[in-house]
């Protein structure tokens, strides 16, 4: 791809490589550039920075598993998946998860998705006929 992406988003991790995998896994991501501080991951749609939270703040924070939900957060992005059944599958495998209960948008359909370590999501998938 050529020049720096326009647009995308840090998500700050405890468990930078576990992170990692989930989205690069579930999203289709490629890895662009990792270090042991950080990982960029690419796809068609948007950029993501993987970013390890330092050890100091990260030795407050406890992951639960099955991850907790971090709902008290101002951002939740969302991108869009072939198949809400497909992710719901993998990401299980990834150590996520994604919502049984989904919505009708004007041309998709939505769940929210939970990452390994509770940062939400929501995950659309195309809909013919506008939803």
């Known amino acids: 791809m050529p020049g720096p992406t326009q ?14 995998r989930f989205y690069a896994g579930l999203l289709g991501m490629v890895r662009l550039h990792t270090d042991p501080e950080f990982c960029v991951l690419q796809s068609p749609d948007i950029q993501l920075v993987i970013h390890l939270i330092p050890p100091a703040y990260a030795a407050n924070i406890t992951i639960t598993v099955p991850p907790t939900p971090r709902e008290d957060t101002a951002l939740k992005f969302f991108v869009t998946v072939p ?3 497909q992710a719901r599958t993998l990401a299980a495998t990834l150590s996520g998860s994604v919502a049984e209960q989904c919505w009708n948008g004007p041309g998709f359909r939505a769940c929210n998705a939970v990452d390994p370590e509770g940062n939400i999501l929501q995950l659309r998938e195309p809909c013919l006929g506008g939803g």
Do not use: M, P, Q, W
């Open 7 to 20: 647009a995308g988003l840090f998500i700050y991790a405890k468990d930078l490589e576990r992170v990692v």
């Open 83 to 85: 198949s809400l059944a």
